[in-house]
């Protein structure tokens, strides 16, 4: 691993993609520390804390904490991923959309820059949300209309900034920079995470109490992290055979072929929009001043994932039920947008492939919509039950912390992707990678 490291370090391109991305990765901590200007930030942080509830756990480990501290970063990437989300999706619904996402890069770079204006949009909309409700709290300290555009423009500005600081990344760095910014967010909550789980389980206890609560704590996070990179890597190959056919003089074709439909087809989307979606009452409730009755507190209660496994509160499973039952929803409908296996069975039929045993045409779109169901659910009940693992122990434990499964997948999945393509870079070098030893 370290000669592999050391070969890594050699290659110019390596070594100064590394060094950029970490000076990059310093300039986003940095700014996730400055406060945002006008705002009693102590008092807002209270605030988002009741306000927000289990959304704010979410948000802290997708913004590194820098949204509870409303620091000048506390929107971070979320507008971006947001932008990128909404942006996909309107290209199946769209046909503009569609169109340029096949016209290759030209497409793409048009594509780009719709999901860049999207993102400060939708950080534009965010930050004046936020104004209304620091407003109402009197957390302004500068009021009225100067306070307003100070704070949007301020949160607008470090989200665009942060924006433009993956693509860089992207560019000139290693990886994704988006990604590489989610998950640096991400692991930068562990420490304090940790440490209050230090607190709540082994400070003051006995030897043999202290061994038990870290052996299961480290045996619960090594068989969430396995059960991730099963999700990530497990993947279905369905073989493709291509007909022989003349070209000229030659025979061509008669080639073998496989189609990879991976188990997690959709990612930790699912994960995202049903917790977002479950965190809606809450934040309604909560920003706009409704009243809450008895039935609404229950409602709520039910819809935070820290009563779910509560015996205290047996009715909160009502809220593990929908979120299992979203999850399962938007599995099955993300996938049905990134992947279309008619298209797929036309484009084999015009190729001259075929696989072997299905006729092809719509015996073929049948087969690959019946695989794809029995995968789509696999990776949905993955999904699940990585997710519910930290779940269980928060409300059974009262284990709580920031990152849980989705968090878990994000940083696996980043990790890989970022690995392989150092590896690629030092393949094409004939040094051995990381993924050889």
């Known amino acids: 691993m370290f000669k592999t490291l050391s070969n890594a370090l050699k290659v110019k391109e390596i070594r100064n993609g590394l060094l950029f991305t970490l000076l990059v990765l310093v300039v986003i901590r940095l700014g996730c520390l400055i406060p945002v200007p006008g705002l009693n930030t102590q008092a807002v942080k209270e605030y988002l804390e009741g306000a927000l509830g289990d959304a704010n756990s979410f948000l802290s480990s997708f913004t590194g904490g820098s949204f509870t501290q409303m620091s000048i970063f506390a929107l971070n990437v979320t507008p971006y991923i947001t932008s990128s989300i909404i942006i996909q999706l309107l290209t199946i619904?769209?046909?503009?959309?569609?169109?340029?996402?096949?016209?290759?890069?030209?497409?793409?770079?048009?594509?780009?820059?719709?999901t860049r204006y999207?993102?400060?949009?939708?950080?534009?909309?965010?930050?004046?949300?936020?104004?209304?409700?620091?407003?109402r709290g009197n957390y302004l300290t500068i009021t009225g209309v100067l306070g307003y555009l100070l704070i949007i423009i301020t949160l607008t500005t470090g989200s665009t900034f942060v924006m433009w600081l993956g693509e860089k990344v992207t560019d000139y760095g290693v990886g994704n920079g988006i990604s590489i910014i989610l998950l640096i967010n991400i692991v930068s909550r562990m420490p304090s995470d940790f440490y209050d789980l230090y607190l709540k389980f082994v400070k003051?206890?006995?030897?043999?109490?202290?061994?038990?609560?870290?052996?299961?704590?480290?045996?619960?996070?090594?068989?969430?992290?396995?059960?991730?990179?099963?999700?990530?890597?497990?993947?279905?190959?369905?073989?493709?055979?291509?007909?022989?056919?003349?070209?000229?003089?030659?025979?061509?074709?008669?080639?073998?072929?496989?189609?990879?439909?991976?188990?997690?087809?959709?990612?930790?989307?699912?994960?995202i929009f049903a917790s977002s979606l479950l965190s809606v009452p809450a934040v309604i409730v909560n920003l706009f001043n409704i009243k809450t009755s008895s039935t609404w507190a229950k409602i709520m209660q039910g819809m935070n994932s820290n009563y779910w496994f509560n015996k205290a509160y047996p009715w909160a499973s009502i809220g593990l039920i929908v979120y299992i039952l979203l999850v399962f929803f938007?599995?099955?409908?993300?996938?049905?947008?990134?992947?279309?296996?008619?298209?797929?069975?036309?484009?084999?039929?015009?190729?001259?492939?075929?696989?072997?045993?299905?006729?092809?045409?719509?015996?073929?779109?049948?087969?690959?919509?019946?695989?794809?169901?029995?995968?789509?659910?696999?990776?949905?009940?993955?999904?699940?039950?990585?997710?519910?693992?930290?779940?269980?122990?928060?409300?059974?434990?009262?284990?709580?912390?920031?990152?849980?499964?989705?968090?878990?997948?994000?940083?696996?999945?980043?990790?890989?992707?970022?690995?392989?393509?150092?590896?690629?870079?030092?393949?094409?070098?004939?040094?051995?990678?990381?993924?050889?030893?």
């Open 93 to 114: 619904a769209i046909p503009a959309l569609e169109e340029m996402q096949k016209d290759g890069e030209d497409g793409r770079k048009k594509i780009t820059a719709i």
């Open 118 to 135: 999207v993102t400060i949009l939708l950080a534009v909309i965010e930050s004046l949300g936020l104004c209304i409700g620091f407003d």
């Open 204 to 271: 003051g206890k006995d030897i043999v109490n202290m061994v038990i609560a870290i052996a299961i704590v480290a045996l619960v996070i090594i068989v969430t992290v396995a059960l991730v990179v099963l999700l990530q890597d497990g993947e279905r190959k369905i073989p493709v055979q291509y007909a022989q056919k003349v070209q000229g003089r030659r025979m061509v074709g008669g080639r073998g072929s496989h189609i990879p439909l991976k188990v997690n087809t959709s990612g930790v989307i699912p994960i």
């Open 330 to 437: 938007f599995a099955y409908f993300y996938t049905s947008v990134t992947f279309n296996p008619m298209e797929v069975a036309n484009n084999m039929k015009k190729s001259g492939g075929f696989i072997p045993g299905i006729r092809p045409g719509k015996p073929t779109q049948d087969y690959l919509n019946k695989i794809l169901n029995y995968i789509v659910f696999i990776g949905a009940v993955g999904l699940i039950i990585v997710a519910i693992i930290p779940i269980f122990f928060n409300g059974m434990f009262g284990a709580n912390v920031s990152f849980g499964g989705t968090s878990l997948i994000i940083i696996v999945g980043v990790i890989i992707e970022t690995i392989k393509q150092i590896e690629s870079k030092m393949i094409v070098r004939n040094y051995s990678g990381f993924l050889s030893e």
